[in-house]
């Protein structure tokens, strides 16, 4: 068990509708950072949220939108959903210690699929 | 060009034997990291090794280590005595812009092997 933790563990929506995923970052852990992993796709970096301000942005689709609140808990908004989003969605935290890398612990993950 | 190239889709190897898993990486930045994880069947991702590129020394962590070649650009991952527990898929992914590009931790991921130990 990393110490994060993802909610749902699996959701199945339809074409066109909205969903909300939701990370609790480990404890003491101010990044929080999102990651779609697709057949198609592989793994793929989508956002990086630090201490609640956006630090990095990779390929996240103008449809996909995420916060991180005062708490520090993240979430990831997926709208006008379409079958090609189906994916693994994880969550990743990571401490900020005085040094060159900070390895991140990944949530379980969310399995959305989309009819 | 791909970042990270991870060019064995599947391995199978014999429980007990040691085994290695490629991984190339393309990057112009001198200041980098290299990271190792695993993914089970259940599906988390669980950190194993890290190295940087101005560590000196090869990163060791238990029965995992890595073998990085730096002017060959490689970073590959060695298991020592493999067990059943480590049939799973493991992705090399890499981190820029140690040094100049602070707090922007962004990973990309190779697109990962399957390994498979047989009893």
Redesign the interface.
Same mark, same amino acid.
């Given at each position: 068990d990393s110490g994060v933790t993802q909610t749902p563990k699996h959701l199945i929506t339809a074409t066109g509708q909205r969903v909300t995923l939701r990370c609790s970052p480990r404890s003491g852990d101010l990044s929080v950072y999102w990651y779609q992993q697709s057949l198609d796709q592989g793994l793929q970096f989508l956002i990086q949220y630090y201490n609640g301000e956006e630090r990095a942005k990779g390929n996240i689709l103008e449809r996909f939108s995420a916060q991180q609140f005062p708490d520090l808990h993240s979430e990831l908004n997926l709208s006008s959903l379409e079958l090609g989003d189906s994916a693994l969605y994880f969550c990743a935290s990571s401490p900020h210690r005085d040094r060159a890398y900070n390895e991140q612990f990944f949530g379980p993950g969310t399995r959305l699929t989309v009819l | 060009a791909q970042k990270i190239t991870q060019t064995q889709p599947g391995m199978f190897v014999q429980e007990k034997e040691a085994v290695t898993l490629d991984c190339t990486y393309d990057t112009s930045d001198p200041s980098y /990291?290299l990271?190792w !994880?695993k993914q089970p069947s259940s =599906? $988390?991702?669980?950190?194993l090794i !890290?190295q /940087?590129s !101005?560590d000196q020394q090869n990163a060791t962590e238990g029965r995992y280590s890595l073998n990085f070649q730096k002017a060959r650009k490689s970073a590959n991952l060695v298991i020592s005595a493999s067990q059943l527990g480590d049939s799973a898929m493991y992705?090399c992914a890499m981190?820029e812009g140690?040094?100049s590009n602070f =707090?922007? $931790?962004?990973?990309?991921? /190779?697109? /990962?092997t399957r390994l498979t130990i047989i009893p």
């Open positions: - | /990291g990271f !994880y =599906g $988390e991702m669980i950190f !890290y /940087g !101005y992705f981190r140690l040094r =707090g922007n $931790e962004k990973l990309t991921f /190779g697109t /990962g």
